[in-house]
């Protein structure tokens, strides 16, 4: 028996981003500009990889099952990058995102480790010192090159 059951917001939307807290016009009118004036920049933080680990699957329905749920997880984030970036298109915003860099493996005994969690926030950090480089165009979109 249970009162109520919870299950993580990633399960609705593994990227949140929503126009109503994102308008520009509303933002430059509010900031005293015209229309037309500034420009807004919307930053994407992603805590995963876009990559998968390269792995075999268990020939079972539950190593089946976690491969598909995974794949579809990551397709997920792809997707949503790409609608919040046609968005940004659209209100003539910047696009940026950065996620955990490929190569880059944090494991823990438990969901929320403190200590994976405390090795994320560490790389997390070194990147930033370095320079993070944020990509400006969601992954698989590529423009080809002017003559």
């Known amino acids: 028996r249970y009162d109520e059951l919870h299950v993580d917001g990633g399960v609705g939307a593994r990227v949140f981003y929503s126009g109503g807290l994102f308008r520009p016009s509303i933002i430059r009118q509010r900031g005293g500009h015209g229309a037309e004036e500034g420009r807004e ?24 099952t976690t491969r598909v749920l995974d794949a579809s997880s990551r397709s997920a984030v792809i997707g949503s990058l790409h609608r919040i970036y046609a968005t940004a298109l659209a209100e003539q915003a910047g696009f940026h995102w950065v996620t955990i ?47």
């Open 41 to 64: 920049d919307i930053f994407i933080i992603h805590n995963g990889q876009i990559r998968p680990a390269a792995q075999p699957t268990r020939r079972t329905v539950l190593g089946i």
């Open 101 to 147: 860099p490929e190569g880059i493996t944090i494991s823990g005994e438990e969901t929320f480790d403190p200590v994976a969690m405390q090795a994320l926030y560490e790389v997390g950090y070194r990147s930033a010192v370095a320079g993070a480089q944020w990509a400006t165009r969601p992954p698989g979109l590529w423009v080809e090159p002017l003559p």
